[in-house]
T-cell receptor
Framework: EPEVTQTPSHQVTQMGQEVILRCVPI?????FYWYRQILGQKVEFLVS????????KSEIFDDQFSVERPDGSNFTLKIRSTKLEDSAMYFC???????????FGSGTQLSVL | RKEVEQDPGPFNVPEGATVAFNCTYS??????FFWYRQDCRKEPKLLMS???SGNEDGRFTAQLNRASQYISLLIRDSKLSDSATYLC????????FGAGTTVTVRA
């Protein structure tokens, strides 16, 4: 069964450093998403991406965040200057069509020290 | 009012019992609805989509009530492996997650 893959599974970084989280969505999917989940809290929407541009973003997705699809397979989330409160599990997801069921990767646990 | 609200539980039930819980949503224009399951520190996994007419998948039954703006999930003959957090997901221009309902099935 096709799956969304994310790397790395764990990332530890110092406050103020840049991190790039990587995702390979399912190959025939057109819509891509990043969500995050702070420990013990709900899954929060960050951004959706379609046709090489952001289609929606949440209040969390401020100027410190950016997304990119640098080639035909990868989808990345960059955090320019990490803060302690960015520590969370970051999930990438993809879907074939807008509003359809999402398939999630296994997540990247980001720890900012 | 929160976009998607769920009773956090926990629902502690014995094996074999039936457990049911709801999720309310605020946007009456929401188009699609899903139940996901999340195990501790894992990614959410789709349990089932929720259709207007209601639908069943084995021991799981999902219902949609548009008039009252809620969806429900019922688990029959619960198994130990059903212990998880169940996430309600609503499509209102983006897919919004509820905070989850925790179910613990005990032997």
């Amino acid at each position: 069964e096709p799956e969304v893959t994310q790397t790395p599974s764990h990332q530890v970084t110092q406050m103020g450093q840049e991190v790039i989280l990587r995702c390979v969505p399912i190959s025939n999917h057109l819509y891509f998403y990043w969500y995050r989940q702070i420990l013990g809290q709900k899954v929060e929407f960050l951004v959706s991406f379609y046709n090489n541009e952001i289609s929606e973003k949440s209040e969390i997705f401020d100027d410190q965040f950016s997304v990119e699809r640098p080639d035909g397979s990868n989808f990345t989330l960059k955090i320019r200057s990490t803060k302690l409160e960015d520590s969370a599990m970051y999930f990438c997801a993809s879907s074939q069509r807008e509003g359809e069921k999402l398939f999630f990767g296994s997540g990247t646990q980001l720890s900012v020290l | 009012r929160k976009e998607v609200e769920q009773d956090p539980g926990p629902f502690n039930v014995p094996e074999g019992a039936t457990v049911a819980f709801n999720c309310t949503y605020s946007n009456s224009a929401s188009q699609s609805f899903f139940w996901y399951r999340q195990d501790c520190r894992k990614e959410p996994k789709l349990l089932m989509s929720v259709y207007s007419s209601g639908n069943e998948d084995g021991r799981f039954t999902a219902q949609l009530n548009r008039a009252s703006q809620y969806i429900s999930l019922l688990i029959r003959d619960s198994k130990l492996s059903d212990s998880a957090t169940y996430l309600c997901v609503v499509n209102d221009y983006k897919l919004s997650f509820g905070a989850g309902t925790t179910v613990t099935v005990r032997a």
